[in-house]
């Protein structure tokens, strides 16, 4: 049978999985409702699971529409995480139904090699220029791992074989104050603890300060060994870029490896008019980013990329009889054994729309991002970010206790009730408390901002 006649799934199935979306993603309450996860909890530990219980699809569908967070949702402001498409959710369904096993092309060689190329083309956009590979992870927080591990690799020749007994002197991490936290946990994993991490000043725009990072390698240099700058693109608190050019600049004159953790602020590297916010990016030794958080994927999609790919080898190569030799084999360049087909959703989501897409659905989000700074400010909220990602951070300055986290959080319950948005109360590096609100979804219109904006209004 021709592979033209051998479609992802007959229209039923593409119709069926189109209306699972659409419900997911307009799910009846973007906050848990008690009543509903506690009747759905209270079921399942009656449930004796010894004796088969069909019944249980119902109940967690219907915990799953009314009784948590709905992140695919138009009025959802919080954690940068896309809205999935149906062609993705058919990948996924696609990829666990077939369940190939890519810890080697001997397995899986279209897997195998699909991931290459898609991750190849990703990579491309993100250190142009440069020879680099990229493959898929779990996340931004695996990549950060991998990051240091390859960091360590590079600089002590022992430490693959000998572990830490091979290095000569304690290794310096260092990172912005707002850095992703996944930076100290790969520390901690990587057996060099959380005191090697060095959290570096910011300045009013919460980036990393280059003169803060230089005065710290040059006080470390008498005891420590200066390993590993990680550069921020995107902080999850703020949205804040740290000034690459500048902070590569140092990192290179003191012989670290820079990492960028551009997991959310990699997307502004899919559009042509938002490209030159990462300049710099493109000098890196690696670079982790978040494609479920652009690309309109479920989570669980992750990218790390490097211009020393030898180095994979030596972080994650080890023998196995059952397994093939190869020394570019998933299993030997990758932190992962057994593991599924993590790229098929963006594989066929790419496919429905291709990058071009994804750039008008990134300035789609960019330009609603300003159009919300715009109208906050025009109703007496006070911004307290700077930043091109759609993420404005703020507290409300008509009153007087309008910075107070008891205030923002009643703002923020207002905007739930009035208009069913959801934005979450965090605090900055120094701990004051803002709203966040972030374009998530690419769903989400004018009208969605100007709801939201209206019912924090309301709420005063």
Known sequence: ??????????????????????????????????????????RL????????????????AEALAEAEIHPAGRRYFGMPHGTPSVAAVLGAALAAAHDPELATRHHAPFGVGAERELAAALTRRLMPGAEARGHFTTGASEANLAAVLLALCARFPAYPRRGLCGVERAPRI??????????????????????????????????????????????????????????TAGTTTV???????EVGTVARRAGCWLHVDAAYGGMLALAPGARHELAGIEAADSVAFDPHKTLDVPLG?????????ELLRLAFGVSARYLPRAADEPWATTLGWSRPFRALPLLL??????????????????????RLGAALRARGFEPRNETPLPVVCFVDARVADGGSARHLAALAESARQRAGAYLPLVRLPDGAPVLRACV?????????????????????
């Not at 699971?49 to 967690?60: G, K, N, T, Y």
């Not at 949205?239 to 050019?245: E, I, N, T």
């Not at 999609?301 to 490097?306: V, Y």
């Open 440 to 460: 998530t979804s690419e769903r989400t219109t004018g009208e969605d901002v100007e709801a939201l904006v209206a019912a924090l209004d309301a709420g005063r």
């Open 174 to 231: 260092y990172a912005s104050a707002d850095a992703h936290p996944s930076v100290q946990k790969a520390a901690r994993v990587a057996g060099l603890g959380t005191d090697a991490v060095r959290l570096v000043a910011v300045d009013r725009a919460h980036r990393m300060r280059p003169d803060a990072l230089a005065d710290a390698i040059g006080r470390d240099r008498r005891e420590r060994t200066p390993l590993l700058v990680v550069a």
């Open 45 to 60: 530990r009656a449930t004796d699971w010894e004796r088969p219980a069909p019944e249980l699809a119902a109940v967690v």
């Open 239 to 245: 949205g804040a870029l740290d000034p690459l050019p």
């Open 349 to 370: 989501a790419l496919g429905a729309r291709g990058l071009s897409g994804v750039a008008s659905a990134v300035e789609h989000k960019l330009a609603l991002g300003r």
């Open 301 to 309: 999609l992750g990218l790390f990329c490097t211009r020393r790919p």
């Open 1 to 42: 049978m021709p592979f033209a006649s051998r479609t992802p799934g007959p229209p039923p199935l593409e119709a069926a999985l189109e209306a699972l979306v659409a419900t997911a993603r307009e799910g009846a309450t973007v906050l848990p409702r008690p009543p509903a996860f506690g009747a759905a909890l209270a």
